[in-house]
């Protein structure tokens, strides 16, 4: 998936000559703080609700001092890349331009929140299963093997390495409920298990405070 394929269609851009008090009430109809500032289909720069907030509201925003310069995705980019630089600058929208730079729409949060919960498995019936380990014995291969011989498939992963640290947490979707086995397996090849989550275990918790209630309701 690259970035051409999620532009959204419903986020129009604004200009230099827009007064600061419009732009805002056009961030409240679509539920946005950022919005591209474009004129005759050049990419000029992304304005914030702060910016406008620490200016005049009755001035236009061309006269602002914008404190995202001219951040942008080409259309080629992966969703990974555009994913990093809006968390990186914490932007609600990101541009989207081609290779001549004409701006050719925005990517919300929202549209690629969706995509990735549609995409990469969270909705599938299972469980997810955190393992911390260092980064010298990690290995997403063996933990697989691992899963496998124990007849359970992986959907999805994720590795996030803990900055100025040698340990990495891998959060693993699974197709199975019961992963007891598995945790256990992990655990003798020396991974430990930081973090478990599945229905199962919101099924036995909400079982065991019935239970407790029932049991105070009968003293």
Same mark, same amino acid.
Do not use: C
């Given at each position: 998936?690259?970035?051409?394929?999620? $532009?959204?269609?419903?986020?129009?851009?604004? *200009?230099?000559?827009?007064?600061?008090?419009? &732009?805002?009430? *056009?961030?409240?109809?679509?539920?946005?703080?950022?919005?591209?500032?474009?004129?005759?289909?050049?990419?000029?720069?992304?304005?914030? @609700?702060?910016?406008?907030?620490?200016? !005049?509201?009755? /001035?236009?925003?061309?006269?602002?001092?914008?404190?995202?310069?001219?951040?942008?995705?080409?259309?080629?980019?992966?969703?990974? @890349? &555009?994913? #990093?630089?809006?968390?990186?600058? *914490?932007? #609600?929208?990101?541009?989207?331009?081609?290779?001549?730079?004409?701006?050719?729409? &925005?990517? #919300?949060?929202? /549209?690629?929140?969706?995509?990735? =919960?549609?995409?990469?498995?969270? =909705?599938?019936?299972?469980?997810?299963?955190?393992?911390?380990?260092?980064?010298?014995?990690?290995?997403?291969? @063996?933990?697989?093997?691992? =899963?496998?011989?124990? /007849? $359970?498939?992986?959907?999805?992963?994720?590795?996030?390495?803990?900055?100025?640290?040698?340990?990495?947490? &891998?959060?693993?979707?699974?197709?199975?409920? !019961?992963? *007891?086995?598995?945790?256990?397996?992990?655990?003798?090849?020396?991974?430990?298990?930081? =973090?478990?989550?599945?229905?199962?275990?919101?099924? /036995?918790?909400?079982?065991?405070?019935?239970?407790?209630?029932?049991?105070?309701?009968?003293?």
């Amino acid at each position: 998936m690259i970035a051409k394929e999620l $532009i959204s269609q419903s986020v129009l851009p604004v *200009q230099t000559s827009d007064l600061g008090s419009d &732009v805002l009430q *056009q961030m409240r109809i679509y539920h946005l703080r950022h919005l591209p500032i474009v004129n005759h289909e050049q990419l000029l720069g992304v304005v914030s @609700e702060d910016d406008i907030l620490i200016h !005049d509201e009755n /001035d236009p925003i061309g006269s602002y001092r914008l404190s995202f310069l001219r951040p942008f995705s080409f259309e080629n980019e992966h969703l990974f @890349e &555009v994913m #990093t630089k809006m968390g990186r600058l *914490q932007l #609600t929208i990101i541009p989207v331009i081609d290779k001549k730079e004409n701006f050719l729409g &925005v990517i #919300t949060m929202e /549209d690629l929140l969706k995509y990735f =919960a549609n995409h990469f498995s969270f =909705a599938e019936p299972g469980s997810i299963l955190v393992v911390e380990t260092s980064r010298g014995h990690y290995s997403l291969s @063996e933990i697989a093997r691992i =899963a496998e011989s124990d /007849d $359970i498939i992986i959907l999805s992963s994720f590795v996030n390495a803990i900055p100025d640290s040698h340990r990495v947490y &891998v959060t693993l979707k699974l197709n199975r409920q !019961d992963i *007891q086995s598995l945790k256990s397996s992990l655990e003798r090849f020396g991974y430990e298990i930081s =973090a478990t989550f599945s229905e199962t275990d919101h099924h /036995d918790g909400l079982k065991d405070r019935y239970e407790a209630l029932m049991t105070y309701l009968n003293v």
